[in-house]
């Protein structure tokens, strides 16, 4: 059966996106100093875009959310071996919206990024391998 075209496009282009903010991070580590709530917002993106791409090719509806758990757990329905990539990254969650004012008191260690842009990266090859080769 032939894949629709207009599902493939768009579904390419969150997977797109989600690559692009995992590059985006991790361009900003090698700036002195390293921008680490910008790192932190990034691999956020990178994973909530994923997981939408993965929601958009299921063709299951999803909510303009930022919630990583909302979104996670859409996916594990779908595909329940994804939960082990998937839980771990819930706690980005707060990087969306929260650290990226100047009233936020806390902020992402080294090591705390490095987890992040690890689970960014994971999270977009373990959704990738689920799809087609064509996306």
């Given at each position: 059966?032939?894949?629709?075209p207009v599902q493939v496009e768009y579904t390419l282009r969150w997977l797109n996106k989600a690559?692009?903010?995992?590059r985006a991070a991790e361009a900003l580590i090698d700036i002195e100093p390293p921008l680490f709530d910008e790192i932190a917002f990034h691999c956020q993106q990178a994973i909530e875009k994923a997981e939408?791409?993965?929601?958009?090719w299921h063709k299951q509806p999803f909510q303009k959310t930022h919630d990583l758990y909302l979104l996670g757990l859409s996916?594990?329905?779908?595909d329940s071996s994804l939960s082990d990539t998937i839980k771990p990254t819930t706690k980005l969650t707060?990087?969306?919206v929260e650290y990226r004012y100047p009233s936020s008191a806390i902020h992402p260690s080294r090591n705390e990024i490095d987890e992040m842009i690890h689970l960014a990266k994971t999270v977009l090859a373990e959704?990738?391998?689920r799809l087609p080769?064509?996306?």
């Amino acid at each position: 059966m032939p894949l629709d075209p207009v599902q493939v496009e768009y579904t390419l282009r969150w997977l797109n996106k989600a690559n692009d903010d995992l590059r985006a991070a991790e361009a900003l580590i090698d700036i002195e100093p390293p921008l680490f709530d910008e790192i932190a917002f990034h691999c956020q993106q990178a994973i909530e875009k994923a997981e939408k791409g993965f929601l958009f090719w299921h063709k299951q509806p999803f909510q303009k959310t930022h919630d990583l758990y909302l979104l996670g757990l859409s996916c594990c329905e779908i595909d329940s071996s994804l939960s082990d990539t998937i839980k771990p990254t819930t706690k980005l969650t707060e990087y969306a919206v929260e650290y990226r004012y100047p009233s936020s008191a806390i902020h992402p260690s080294r090591n705390e990024i490095d987890e992040m842009i690890h689970l960014a990266k994971t999270v977009l090859a373990e959704i990738s391998n689920r799809l087609p080769l064509e996306i």
